[in-house]
């Protein structure tokens, strides 16, 4: 329990173990404490604010998802999915021109796309600041390989691409050039059969902390390092003598 060493004016001030409280309808508050002229002054203690996110500054993603395109030029005549409470208000015109987003995140899973070469320039078109892009979504696609636009978005941190048709593990070679990318999902494509598939990414990209939704342990990367010293596909295979000219 406290001490009581000296009692203050106003009456309901009090000096505890060195630090002063009011008692106020039976709540103890903190005092700072200062001295001036020798004479001993008690100021309110005043706690910085603390900011609190407002609901409006969540940014939603530029969502292309479930709309049935094909090609990227689709999505420059189709709006992204609005999800505002007042989307069913709002009366658009031809004239208009569409406002470009702040979101870090494009989705364009769930659709027919074969190659997103132009990524880039839709970015551009729907985005203030496309290099930002940190969340691309292209799962549930039919995407043969793995485009070098992805490695423009040099922020890039979440890359979905399961549920497409990549087929080659040299492929993600590719997205070594993206150093900040930590998320990754590439299952249900036809590599995720390949033998040594898991342990085959992670030595190609090491920086990755979740892939395929699991988390990376230390374990993985203990077994990625030694799994790329003995299997290396671009490392030329050693002829035996009886072989040799």
Known sequence: M???????????????????????????????????????????YEAKPVKKVKLNEIVPPVDFSFLHVS???????????????????????????????????????????????????????????????????????????????????????????????ISDLKEINKLASCPKLTKLTLHGNEIENIKGYRFFVLAALPNLVNFDFSIVTKGDKVTAKTFKMFYNPDKPKKLKKENLP
């Not at 001490?3 to 106020?24: A, D, T």
């Not at 189709?78 to 015109?93: A, F, G, M, N, V």
């Open 71 to 165: 090609t990227l030029e689709e999505c420059e005549k189709e709006e992204p999915r609005d999800p505002s409470p007042l989307r069913s208000i709002k009366k658009k015109t031809e004239k208009d021109v569409p406002d470009k987003s702040n979101s870090l995140c494009l989705k364009l899973n769930n659709n027919g796309l074969k190659e997103i070469s132009k990524l880039m320039s839709i970015a551009s078109a729907r985005f203030k600041n496309p290099l930002n892009i940190s969340w691309i979504d292209l799962s549930f696609n039919f995407l043969p390989n793995i485009d070098p636009v992805l490695t423009q978005f040099e922020n890039l941190k979440i890359l979905y691409l399961h549920s497409n048709e």
């Open 2 to 44: 406290f001490k009581l060493v000296q009692k203050l004016k106003p009456e309901n001030i009090f000096f505890i173990n060195r630090q002063c409280y009011c008692h106020s309808c039976c709540l103890w508050q903190p005092f700072k404490m200062a001295t001036i002229d020798s004479k001993l002054s008690v100021m309110p």
